[in-house]
């Protein structure tokens, strides 16, 4: 049998505190995260706000380091910012005096190696940001400005800005959580579509393994195995909420 690969996110007892006084006071924003994630797989942070997951995401993409344990992604110990990942959050955040084009073609203009290539290769890099967003359904608007994108198009466009430099793993902070259901469900399929064609790791921001197939169509979401799962975290997510002295003490 051939031996398993190595984890591309490694976290070895991740302990965080914000600040030396907090460490000193044993006041940890995590506490003692071990995690192991594959290359090209799919995972989702779950939890009520404030339980650490934003925090999370900042120590996986070296913007913050651990103040206990290990960090290594890609086989790399984790020194600073990252440029092999890619970020989207809740708030779209495009700059609202540039074209739905050219916020996409921002990384490509600030992250090395592609900056000092910008100006030589930038029909080549407009090629591939138009073909992003005919993929998520923005074809067509590529010269509007945000203010002219429903909120739905800005976080197509903002996911488009976080792949265009092809990074090896996309960390989405809660970015379907301002949309409706059903522009929730029309990014869903387009993020789906998107991994399943460029096998990048994606962080969702309790992990849990899911045994559904991939790539998941939305009518999983309608059978009684995914409504089972929902009800589980919930309980979870319950449970973590539930006051000290109602059924016991906050897990640690």
Same mark, same amino acid.
């Not at 600040?19 to 995260?33: G, K, M, P, S, T």
């Not at 959050?89 to 540039?98: M, V």
């Given at each position: !049998? ?33 995690? &192991? ?14 339980? /650490?997951?934003?925090?999370? !995401?900042?120590?996986?993409? *070296?913007?913050? !380091? ?12 984790? =020194? ?18 540039? =074209? ?7 990384? @490509?203009?600030?992250?090395?190696? #592609? ?21 998520? /359904?923005?074809? *067509? #608007? ?12 800005? &976080? +197509? ?11 090896? !793993? ?12 059903? =522009?929730?469900?029309? @990014? ?33 979401? #309608? =059978? ?9 975290? +919930? ?5 973590? +909420?539930?006051?000290?002295?109602? *059924? ?5």
């Amino acid at each position: !049998m051939s031996e398993p690969s190595a984890p591309f996110v490694d976290f070895q007892n991740v302990w965080l505190a914000y600040n030396e006084d907090l460490l000193a006071r044993n006041q940890f924003a995590v506490e003692d995260i071990s995690l &192991q994630v594959q290359q090209g797989e799919f995972i989702a942070i779950v939890g009520p706000s404030g339980c /650490g997951k934003s925090t999370f !995401m900042k120590l996986t993409t *070296g913007l913050k !380091m651990p103040s206990r344990g290990h960090i290594r992604i890609a086989g790399q110990a984790v =020194t600073g910012p990252l440029k092999i990942s890619g970020m989207a959050f809740q708030a779209p955040s495009l700059l609202p005096w540039r =074209t739905t084009l050219d916020n996409v073609l921002l990384p @490509l203009e600030i992250v090395e190696p #592609y900056r000092s290539q910008f100006k030589a290769r930038r029909r080549e890099f407009e090629d591939k940001a138009r073909a992003l967003l005919q993929s998520v /359904g923005l074809g *067509g #608007y590529e010269d509007k400005f945000p203010w002219q994108l429903s909120g739905g198009m800005q &976080q +197509r466009a903002s996911i488009c800005r976080a792949l265009v430099h092809e990074p090896q !793993m996309l960390l989405l902070d809660e970015p379907f959580g301002a949309l409706d259901a059903f =522009t929730r469900e029309e @990014l869903w399929c387009a993020l789906r579509d998107l991994h399943a064609a460029q096998k990048f790791n994606v962080i969702f921001v309790v992990r849990k393994d899911i045994e559904l197939p991939r790539p998941r169509d939305l009518e999983v979401t #309608y =059978t009684p195995e995914f409504t089972d799962i929902v009800h589980e975290l +919930r309980g979870h997510i319950g449970a973590i +909420r539930q006051p000290v002295g109602q *059924g016991g003490a906050l897990p640690q």
